[in-house]
């Protein structure tokens, strides 16, 4: 007699996919948003701005949705002091540094490398299985990626005079976002997404506050000379690029994982050539949607599940 099994549908995570699409959408202005800030601020006090900014704004939907924030462990504390280090301190003295040095696309083709930075830790460190459809889609994003920002200029491939510092320095940013997405695994589990993101902008602005009191940066009276869009540049980076975005951001790894999730950041470039297509009438060449293509089947290739074998029935 064969035993009758109802299936059982699980849930859907196309509304993640969306949150991870329009977050990666999101990042990809920053960087145009960071270059325009690259000459008006130094690098650690535009960094600190923009932590500040994304502090305010957290600060205040947890207060209008009535939530407290969270009393961390001694444990959760120094992990969450560890995020801060590395995924707002760091990340962003590398980032406003190099793009002192490189521009935004260049940067970006070197962001792109995250997909497999991310990947390869998991399975290194966490012993993620990467399967075989796993890896041909975290090369298709690199590839696609690639392919969209030297399509869209191919002298980023032959770089300026000292550009190999910025290039260094952008590659430190993909290091510091890979410990940030890799090492919040406990956290996100008993925090939660937002008292995560809160706690770790929060400690990783004060450390850039510090440093940048120590060095002699602080220097407010620079912000009178700040026009309009390079103050629309910082309340973008700070509210949507960071407070709005890490918390999806985090979401998103705790629903499908920092492998699956860390594809969408291939993302990037593509949303770049489009709202450049879009807002500033630049042309979109054959090439541009050949790497697109190859962004979008790594994303499906690589967050498609796998097949389980068939149960026996008596």
């Known amino acids: 007699m064969k035993a009758l099994e109802q299936p059982v549908t699980a849930p859907s995570d196309l509304p993640v996919y969306l949150k991870l699409a329009m977050v990666t959408m999101i990042w990809g202005g920053t960087f145009v948003a960071g270059r325009m800030l690259a000459g008006a601020l130094t690098p650690m006090f535009a960094a600190s701005l923009r932590f500040a900014l994304a502090s305010i704004a957290l600060l205040l939907f947890l207060g209008l949705a009535g939530i407290p924030l969270a009393r961390p462990s001694l444990k959760q504390g120094l992990q969450l002091a560890a995020l801060g280090f590395f995924g707002i301190f760091f990340y962003n003295l590398c980032f406003f540094h190099g793009l002192q040095y490189i521009n935004a696309s260049r940067a970006s083709l070197i962001v792109a490398l995250n997909p497999a930075v991310i990947g390869l830790a998991s ?140 594809v969408f950041i291939a993302l990037n470039p593509l949303t770049a050539v489009l709202l450049g297509a879009l807002l500033l009438d630049e042309r979109l060449s054959a090439l541009m949607y050949v790497g697109g293509g190859m962004i979008l089947l790594g994303i499906f290739l690589c967050n498609k599940p796998l097949a389980r074998p068939a149960q026996k029935t008596l």
């Open 123 to 262: 399975w290194g460190l966490f012993k993620e299985r990467l399967g075989r459809l796993k890896v041909a889609g975290i090369l298709l994003c690199i590839g696609g990626a690639g392919w969209v920002i030297v399509s869209r200029d191919p002298a980023l491939l032959q770089g300026a005079a000292q550009g190999w510092i910025g290039d260094l320095l952008i590659f430190g940013c993909v290091l510091g976002w890979g410990i940030y997405s890799l090492f919040s695994r406990n956290l996100n589990d008993s925090l939660g997404p937002l008292q995560t993101v809160t706690w770790s902008i929060l400690l990783g602005t004060l450390m850039l506050w510090l440093a940048c009191s120590a060095t002699g940066e602080v220097r407010f009276e620079t912000l009178g000379g700040l026009g309009a869009g390079q103050w629309l540049s910082l309340l973008y980076l700070g509210v949507l690029g960071s407070a709005l975005a890490y918390i999806a951001w985090y979401d998103g790894i705790r629903r499908i994982g920092a492998t699956r999730s860390g």
